[in-house]
């Protein structure tokens, strides 16, 4: 049984974002795009609807995870990392739950995974998400399908 862990989400600040590029260097993978450049991470924060956290275990930032209102009632979860030395202790899972009450007024929450990214897929699945149709090839233009996840009240 996995400890109950203490996490928060807090918006991120400029100063964070050598933090989380050194975070998501440690999850890139096949199945994973990390974000890893300082431009990428202020074009984030630029964008108007995207809503961007730290995710914060005892006092220390563990990942990030993201999302963008597409329209009133849709929301895109556009990024979700944890660190890959706290992987397996239930972050993410915590990290989406957090997400998702903050997200009780919104009809849908959609999202991309790669999917062969299996933990990724086992929390969506444990949150309600269904996939939509088949991966779609190279989505991202890094060579890698995607697919689609619905998660619908
Ligand atoms: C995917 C990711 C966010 C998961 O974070 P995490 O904190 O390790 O996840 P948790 O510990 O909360 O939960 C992992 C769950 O996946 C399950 N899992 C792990 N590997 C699995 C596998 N190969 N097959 C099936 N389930 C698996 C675990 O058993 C656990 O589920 P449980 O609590 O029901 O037992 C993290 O590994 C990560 O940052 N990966 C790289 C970035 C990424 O892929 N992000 C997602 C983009 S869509």
Same mark, same amino acid.
């Given at each position: 049984m996995?400890n109950?862990l203490? !996490?928060?989400?807090?918006k991120i600040?400029e100063? @964070?974002?050598?933090?989380? /590029? &050194?975070i998501?260097?440690?999850a890139?993978s096949?199945?994973?795009s990390a974000?890893?450049t &300082? *431009?990428?991470w202020l @074009? &984030?924060?630029?964008k $108007?609807?995207a809503?961007v956290?730290a995710?914060i275990m005892d006092?220390e !930032?563990? $990942?990030d ?9 849709t929301?895109? !979860?556009?990024?979700?990392c944890?660190n890959?030395?706290y992987k %397996? ?7 989406i739950? !957090?997400?998702?009450e903050d997200? *009780?007024?919104?009809? /849908?929450? &959609?999202l991309?995974?790669?999917p062969d ?6 929390i969506? *699945?444990?949150f $309600?998400?269904?996939q939509?149709?088949k991966?779609k090839?190279n989505?991202f %233009? @890094? %060579?890698?399908?995607?697919i689609?996840?619905i998660?619908?009240k």
């Amino acid at each position: 049984m996995k400890n109950k862990l203490k !996490i928060s989400l807090r918006k991120i600040e400029e100063e @964070d974002i050598p933090t989380l /590029i &050194e975070i998501e260097k440690t999850a890139s993978s096949k199945t994973y795009s990390a974000m890893l450049t &300082e *431009k990428e991470w202020l @074009d &984030e924060l630029a964008k $108007g609807n995207a809503m961007v956290y730290a995710i914060i275990m005892d006092g220390e !930032i563990v $990942g990030d995870i993201s999302y963008e209102m597409k329209n009133k009632n849709t929301a895109y !979860i556009s990024g979700l990392c944890v660190n890959s030395k706290y992987k %397996g202790q239930g972050i993410g899972k915590e990290a989406i739950k !957090i997400l998702l009450e903050d997200l *009780k007024e919104v009809k /849908i929450v &959609e999202l991309l995974t790669h999917p062969d990214n299996a933990a990724a897929m086992h929390i969506y *699945k444990f949150f $309600g998400f269904k996939q939509v149709g088949k991966p779609k090839e190279n989505y991202f %233009g @890094d %060579g890698e399908p995607r697919i689609k996840m619905i998660f619908k009240k």
